[in-house]
Every structure is written in C-alpha cells, then in structure tokens.
C-alpha cells in the first residue's frame, strides 16, 4: 500500500523560510515524476513545482519561481521544497503527489496525473 506522508509546514513571519518534506512508502516511484501542489481557501488545488524521475528537471510556477526550490533524493524516497522568502498570498494546504501515470514533467503538470496524494500540511504566513 502507497503511504504519502509530508511535514514541514507551520506559522511563520513573511520573509522566513520552510522546508516541506515528503516521504514515500509502499512503492518506488523513482522513475516518474513528483509534485507538490497546494490550495489555498477558495481556491483550486494547483501544481507549484514537479521534478522529473531520474532526470532531476524542475517545473516551478511563475508565483514561487526564484524563491522556492524542489529536490528529491532517491535512496530516501523523499521529496523536498525550500520555501523561501515567504509571502502572505503563500498560504495554503501544500500537498505532495506522486504518479504512475506521467512519465515527462509535461504530463506532470496536470493535477489528475497524480493518483497517490498526501494528507497536506499547513503553511501559513503572517504579514
């Protein structure tokens, strides 16, 4: 059974940093690519960043590019997001996906490419 777990999430000041984390259990998905996504209340869930299986490239939306930054570490079978310089508007549920069915980061780019999803953390930013 496929377990997505992620933690890191928390209250911070605008301006500070997190880093997200994201472990999965159950299956190896080394080859395909990951995501994390987030919603914010009233809003759609969206795709922030992915991260290509073994070819290590990265997709970052236009409102985190430069200031967050996606890894993964294969032997651990984790995935990660620096977030930094954090802003008000980064408020959200973040989420971590990963996927059999996307095998380039084109496909990783549509939310129903994922089917194994993590139960979200919390990030929240105070102006």
């Known amino acids: 059974q496929v377990q997505v777990v992620e933690s890191g999430g928390g209250l911070v000041q605008a301006g500070d940093s997190l880093r997200l984390s994201c472990t999965v259990s159950?299956?190896?998905?080394?080859?395909?690519?990951m995501g994390w996504l987030r919603q914010a209340p009233g809003k759609d869930r969206e795709i922030i960043s992915c991260i290509g299986g073994r070819s290590g490239n990265a997709y970052y939306a236009d409102s985190v590019k430069g200031r967050f930054a996606i890894s993964r570490d294969q032997v651990k079978n984790t995935m990660y997001l620096q977030m930094n310089s954090l802003k008000p508007e980064d408020r959200a549920m973040y989420y971590c996906a990963a996927t059999y069915r996307a095998w380039n980061l084109v496909q990783a780019l549509r939310v129903s490419s994922y089917n194994y999803w993590g139960q979200g953390t919390q990030v929240t930013v105070s102006s």
């Open positions: 159950g299956s190896n998905f080394g080859n395909y690519p």
